[in-house]
């Protein structure tokens, strides 16, 4: 069943995201190749995984004055305004025929400890090609003080 | 400083692991069971579980940052996800820089799986200098 074009325009937000170190630390290290535990597991931060993602100290003394997200945390708190697209129930989309098609992001500010994130999304395309439904929304996360930190392109793609 | 220069190259292998889907689950907070559940990968016509393609994603954004040295600099990605990373997939990042101009290094990235077949498509990433 094709998506209906006439959602284009939905908005979706605003959503809070407060960020803490741990969090930080545990997402760079799922990426990097360790376990996202602090406590329990205790194996600790991927060899190669870079310092200002995880170690305090060297965080402290570079420019960010602070660990610092690994730009595509991203995913962590921005990725609301799709979510909640992708489950509206007026939209009808099945979860198990949706796969990730196409992702963008710009990021504009680091992110730090102690951040207040919000984002706002909207559905910025409906389209289908063949028997392939898109659905595109496009969400901008602030932080606490005004600034834009990452803008971003959420596409997914549902087989019809 | 660094120097930067269009034509340098840079590549990250990794391997999903039988835990990554849900160790990147636990992270992320994307926990649909198409990464988890092996039953419902199967059912979806996925022969298994999955990798979450926004944690391809971020093995991308991690060669870059190995590349440019602060993860702080990384300004801008954009992927198409063209082929699912299943479980034992090990996956080969190759930047290439393509422009470097006023500031801003641009490089083109592919990865591709133990087949040779391309898991990105598109993949392009710019840092701030």
Redesign the interface.
């Given at each position: 069943m094709a998506l209906d074009p006439k959602f284009v325009g939905r908005a979706y937000g605003p959503f809070t995201y407060e960020v803490g170190v741990e969090?930080l630390r545990?997402?760079a290290?799922?990426?990097?190749?360790s376990?996202?535990?602090m406590g329990f597991s205790g194996v600790g931060p991927p060899s190669?995984l870079?310092p200002?993602?995880h170690d305090k100290e060297a965080a402290a003394a570079?420019?960010?004055g602070a660990v610092?997200g690994?730009?595509?945390f991203a995913?962590?708190f921005a990725?609301t305004p799709f979510s909640k697209a992708c489950t509206d129930p007026e939209l009808g989309v099945d979860?198990?025929?949706l796969?990730?098609?196409?992702?963008?992001?710009?990021?504009?500010q680091?992110v730090r400890p102690g951040d207040v994130l919000t984002t706002r999304g909207t559905i910025t395309d409906i389209s289908a090609k063949k028997s392939l439904d898109f659905l595109t929304v496009t969400t901008e996360s602030h932080n606490q003080r005004g600034e834009v930190v990452v803008r971003a392109k959420w596409t997914a793609v549902i087989r019809g | 400083m660094r120097a930067f220069a269009v034509g340098d190259t840079f590549t990250l292998v990794r391997t999903c692991d039988p835990y990554r889907p849900i160790y990147y689950a636990a992270a992320s907070g994307d926990f649909n069971p198409i990464h988890i559940d092996r039953a419902v990968g199967e059912a979806a016509g996925l022969g298994g579980v999955i990798l979450q393609g926004l944690c391809t994603l971020g093995w991308a954004v991690d060669a870059f940052i190995h590349y440019l040295g602060d993860p702080g600099k990384v300004a801008r990605i954009q992927v198409r996800f063209s082929r699912p990373v299943a479980i034992s997939d090990t996956i080969t990042f190759s930047g290439k820089v393509t422009a470097i101009a006023d500031g801003r290094l641009t490089a083109e990235l592919s990865a591709k799986n133990q087949r040779g077949e391309d898991v990105l498509k598109g993949a392009v990433v710019e840092g701030r200098l």
């Open positions: 969090k545990e997402f290290y799922a990426v990097g190749g376990i996202p535990s190669d870079h200002f993602l570079s420019e960010y610092i690994m730009p595509n995913v962590v990725i979860l198990l025929r796969v990730h098609g196409e992702q963008e992001f710009e990021f504009l680091v | -």
